[in-house]
C-alpha cells in the first residue's frame, strides 16, 4: 500500500505560479513512477507530468515548457511547478503512484488539491 498526500494548491492570477508537492508513505520502495493528472467540472481526469524511477519525465502538451516535475527521493515527494499559470488550469490536481509486485500493476491516487486560475 502507498499513500499519497498532496499539498500546495490555491487561488492565483494569470501568470502567477504555485508548486504542488506530493509527500509518499507505505511501501515506498515499490514505485516505480510518480505523476500529476487534473481533472476539470466536466471533463475527464487527464495526465499532467509523470516521472519514472530512472528520471525520465514526459508532460501534456498543454503544460510542457511552463510546468515541471521533479523528485525528492530523500524526501519522498514529487512536486509539480507550475509557472505561467493560465485560466484553463484551474482543476482538481491528483498525485499518483504505480507500483508493481506479482506481475500485477497497482495505482494509487492522493486525495487532489484545488488549484483556481483567475483574476
Known amino acids: 500500500q502507498v499513500q499519497l498526500v498532496e499539498s500546495g494548491g490555491g487561488l492565483v492570477q494569470p501568470g502567477e505560479s504555485l508548486r504542488l508537492s506530493c509527500a509518499a508513505s507505505?511501501?515506498?520502495?515499490?514505485?516505480?513512477?510518480m505523476g500529476w493528472y487534473r481533472q476539470a467540472p466536466g471533463k475527464q481526469r487527464e495526465l499532467v507530468a509523470r516521472i519514472i524511477s530512472g528520471g525520465s519525465t514526459n508532460y501534456a502538451d498543454s503544460v510542457k515548457g511552463r510546468f515541471t516535475i521533479s523528485r525528492d527521493n530523500a524526501k519522498n515527494t514529487v512536486y509539480l511547478q507550475m509557472n505561467n499559470l493560465k485560466a484553463e488550469d484551474t482543476a482538481v490536481y491528483y498525485c499518483?503512484?504505480?507500483?508493481?509486485?506479482?506481475?500485477?500493476?497497482?495505482?494509487?491516487w492522493g486525495q487532489g488539491t484545488q488549484v483556481t486560475v483567475s483574476s
Open positions: 507505505g511501501s515506498i520502495s515499490r514505485i516505480y513512477d
Open positions: 499518483n503512484a504505480q507500483t508493481s509486485g506479482g506481475g500485477l500493476i497497482y495505482s494509487y
